[in-house]
């Protein structure tokens, strides 16, 4: 079941100046390296205290550099998130500031599978290495398939909150790609509910997901829980153009003319 279609319907403001953008951008980097590099002597020093503190310090990082860039973050739909149970939420990969997004977003059972790339960062990489997130290399199938497992392991074990980017790499213009068949195989693995996450507005307050962010609104909505108990591994795309479908209704098609709904 969906909601209704009024309560999801939504175009995002004007973004605000070019200039202010691009006045703002070597502070809010300079900012995101130092609270990164602060969280990093902490974790070398006091790696008990960072511990206890990681999610703290995570909301810390996405909501300063927000604030900075003048990005407001509207949020629907959390009561679809169930509090007892294993979730993989699948999001709209749009580019870089979806790491602020979902920063804002974390909380202690949350996890990520993000690509290696992100560990040759300077510090912000050291840090990441160090949350409990599960890095996979795209260009390994083996090393990519080993990922996966130690995701399922960790959302039997923790019952977490897994995010995915089921396109696998970023849309330069908000459009929805092909999806992979990675979080599908881990959901049937798992049988985790898939919770559908729609991340609106990047595009506009960053357009083309280069360096420049414009002030603006980000909307996120926590669309109904998709169960996946009734599908195996013969069924996986079955799964997968379910999921593409319910997108679909919100996101433009990026592959409408390619004839699939999923890449292998």
Known sequence: MLPPEEDLAWTPPPPGSRLRGWLTLPFAALAAFLIAGLAALELLLLPGRFRRRRVAWIHFWGRTLFAMMGIRLEVHGRENLPEDVPLLLLFDHVGLVDMMVLACLWNERSTVVHKREFHRIPVLGFVMKRLDLVAIDRSNRAEAIRALERVAEIVRERRAWVWMA?????????????????????????????VPVLL?????VNPGGGLQVRSGTIRVDFLHPIPTDGYDQDHVRDLADRVRRVFLRWLPDRCSDEGTAAAA
């Open 166 to 194: 089921p396109e696998g790499t970023r849309s330069r213009d908000g459009r929805l790609g092909p999806f992979k068949m990675g979080p599908f195989h881990l959901a049937v693995a798992t049988h985790a509910p898939i």
């Open 200 to 204: 609106r507005g990047i595009e506009v």
